[in-house]
């Protein structure tokens, strides 16, 4: 046994001294796809928050064509220029999350920010500007109070949207934090007979009862007592126009709160996006404002044997089932590739195909949560892995041969099937690594 220093990180393994030289078990201090000398490339974006590799040094290529949010080491919603990486965090902890690949929205829902401007308006409400300090760190969100005004009501905030995309599914969000009142909902209407409303607890983060049109809903903390509060829902086919209350809640079930000067709560940050998930925040003024979508490749492919070779995958993904995306895509489909597809069932698909026609799918069960999934490659010897469970086997067919550039993270070839998620670590070795390795590197 001996320590060897592969690329920037000290690595542990076990070689055969003067025999043939060749390298057989190794692991990387901390977990991680190893840096042994099988290994071409390596990113581990959630650790180094770099797209360069960590043995080549090949430096992947991004491009947005627009700014974009995401949560920074300090926990706070920063901003991104065009073209920039963004390198996530859990806002409740600060943990490192990985690479943020994410596909275009757009948030229709217009003064994000600032809720005591038309088109916002009150119903026993009052709204007082710059009230707090808000997740971006900025004194700009909002108080949004009951009127004084009587007997108990119902107290909320309205904007209504046009332009309302028929039968399509959309994602309505915005922050809120506890005042006064420590139960809030969201309300969407006048599409027809849908009842569209979901209660969130501000003082636990939990969600309370649905209304029958809610197709999925949650809460994340953001911390400092902040959470961005979500639902989705499905339009119907005849109206194209409704409204996005805020509503103060008494409790589960209940928007009737007292109009006594006791009733109140924090807003931030509304958005109304085209999608079945929910997506980083994207701020708007007097007009609707898109995120692009991310881009990250590379058309350097020297790292690739042709052969037999073995990819790593560690990512989590913001929905599991929330339509098919793309881990990664090597090559074309109508030539020789190499995919990792994650299906709207929670499972990850690797596909190899080669002059053509597909070689191996190995498919794994559903999963949730963060995933590790690696695909080992040789002729008429394909095997996959996900969260240390055999996806299974093929034993017929051939190994891409004549794979072209380029390498899509997050997405595959015409830049299709984004991510949707966070990307720790994506790897390349090239050889068949052996199932027990498999097995191993992919356990949770």
Known sequence: MGVIRYGKTAQIGVYPGNQSGRYISYRQKGGGFPLDPDTQVAWQFAKDKSLTDLVAGLTLTFARASTATYVGADRLINTALANEARFDHDPATGASLGLLIEEARTNTCLQSEAFDVAPW?????????????APDGSLSAAKIGDDVGGAPDTVRLRQNIS?????TKHCCSY????DQTTWCAITFGALGALDIKQYYDLTNGVV?????????????????GWYRCWLTFTSDAADASGFFNIDLAAGDGNTVV??????????????LEVGAFLTS???TTTTSVTRAADVCNTSDLTWYSQADGTFYINGTRLLPLSGNTYGYGLGSFSNDAVVSLWLDSGTVSSRIYAVGAEQARLTSAPTVGNVKSAVAIADNDFVAYTNGIQDGVDVAGSAPAA????????NVLGNSGFFGGHI???GYANVRKDNTFLQQLTTP
């Open 281 to 283: 925040y994207i701020p």
């Open 163 to 167: 332009g309302i995309a028929t039968s």
């Open 424 to 426: 720790r670590e994506f």
């Open 121 to 133: 308006s009150n119903t026993r409400s009052v709204t007082t500007p710059n009230a707090t300090t």
């Open 208 to 224: 309370g009862t649905p209304s029958i049109d809610v197709d999925d809903s949650g809460i994340e903390d953001y911390g400092n």
């Open 258 to 271: 007292p109009r006594d000067g006791t009733s109140s709560i924090f807003a931030w940050g509304a958005s």
């Open 403 to 410: 794979v072209i550039a380029p390498l899509q993270v997050g």
């Open 175 to 178: 922050f809120a934090k506890a």
